[in-house]
């Protein structure tokens, strides 16, 4: 029985050691180095962070979109999720896809006032979303009998890409 015990606490040891830790004390770090600042991203959208760590970006002075802030994982490093339409991110199915909001994450890296955007997601991700495609569309891409939208695979928080980014440059109060 005590080995039983001794195991488990070794366990629970090492799971606590292999999860993220997130720490209050980085979120504030992290929104007094980007509040009030902006950038111009490559495709020119201006984003601009606000007082609570959020971003709000948009062109020509019209509001496109808002990066609602969800924690920072370091000092340089946060986490964003944005609310997006699922007929924005399905929009090769060939089928009516319902106009439900998703939350799709994205994170943000700071390094020396340079900052630059996650693109993509991870292999695991594409895995999952190319078996749903398999067992729930037919070869022209349209929905199969039965099936809905339902379970259309969404990525996680853990799935964003690490190893690709989009650059933005230097962020600037402006």
């Known amino acids: 029985m005590r080995l039983y015990f001794t195991f488990i606490l070794l366990f629970l040891i090492s799971c606590a050691s292999n999860t993220k830790v997130h720490h209050k004390n980085y979120d504030d770090i992290w929104v007094r180095k980007v509040r009030g600042k902006s950038v111009v991203a490559p ?48 929009y090769n199915i060939q089928a009516a896809v319902p ?49 809905d939208m339902s379970e259309y695979p969404i990525p996680y928080i853990n799935e964003i890409n690490f190893n690709n980014f989009i650059e933005f440059g230097k962020l600037k109060t402006y």
């Open 43 to 90: 495709n020119g959208y201006l984003y601009t962070f606000m007082d609570n760590g959020s971003v709000e970006y948009g062109i020509n002075g019209k509001k496109m979109g808002i990066g609602f802030f969800v924690y920072a994982e370091n000092e340089n490093k946060a986490y964003y999720y944005e609310r997006i339409s699922l007929d924005n991110i399905a």
């Open 99 to 147: 106009k439900t909001n998703v939350c799709m994450y994205v994170s943000f890296i700071l390094s020396n006032d340079n900052i630059k955007m996650t693109s993509g997601y991870t292999k695991d991700y594409y895995a999952r979303l190319s078996a749903w495609k398999k067992s729930n569309l037919n070869m022209f891409g349209v929905l199969r009998e039965g099936k």
